[in-house]
């Protein structure tokens, strides 16, 4: 399946993009954001965690290294991978138990546990563009492909 290019200008547009993904993953599944710093990965995290239903303050996860969320029955793990030092880090961290169950994991530069994480259901990428950000969305999964048909359509 190719992958799927959005355009999509500002904060709101953002979350709301996150919102859509959100109603497509239903809380389960794995994926990862990339792009530089400041690019909109966590405002996009942001819109998925809020799209679940969770009415708090979704943070950067930049100095805990991972946020988590309990959504009703459902829980999201948030992760920026930005100040690890060694993939291998991850391990000791206990990495496999966040994906064991079928929860769904948020990665912010998966780029830095490379070796350690599993292969997402759907990669991220955001890049600046004019005034807003061009969005690529890349699935590696069944159910990440059904996702980006959902929104291309
Ligand atoms: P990152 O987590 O990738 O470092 P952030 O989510 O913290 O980036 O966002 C950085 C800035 O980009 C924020 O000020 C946010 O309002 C802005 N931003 C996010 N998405 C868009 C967009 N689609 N268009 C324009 N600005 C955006
Ligand atoms: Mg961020």
Redesign the pocket.
């Known amino acids: 399946m190719p992958s799927l290019e959005l355009y999509?200008?500002?904060?709101n547009?953002?979350t709301a993009l996150g919102y859509a993904l959100a109603q497509q993953t239903d809380g389960h599944g794995i994926l990862f954001l990339q792009?530089?710093?400041?690019?909109?990965?966590?405002?996009?995290s942001r819109g998925i965690v809020r799209g679940l239903g969770y009415d708090g303050p979704v943070k950067?996860p930049t100095f805990t290294l991972v946020e988590p969320y309990e959504i009703n029955d459902k829980r999201v793990w948030h992760f920026d991978l930005y100040r690890l030092s060694d993939p291998e880090e991850l391990e000791y961290l206990g990495i496999r138990d966040y994906f064991a169950d079928d929860d769904l994991c948020l990665i912010?530069w998966p780029q830095q546990g490379q070796g350690f994480l599993p292969q997402p259901d759907l990669e991220i990428s955001?890049k600046a563009h004019n005034?807003?950000?061009i969005v690529r969305l890349l699935p590696f999964s069944t159910r990440g492909k059904s996702w980006c048909a959902a929104l291309a359509s």
């Open positions: 999509i200008e500002g904060e547009a953002m792009g530089d710093l400041g690019a909109g990965k966590t405002t996009l950067s912010e955001i005034t807003g950000r």
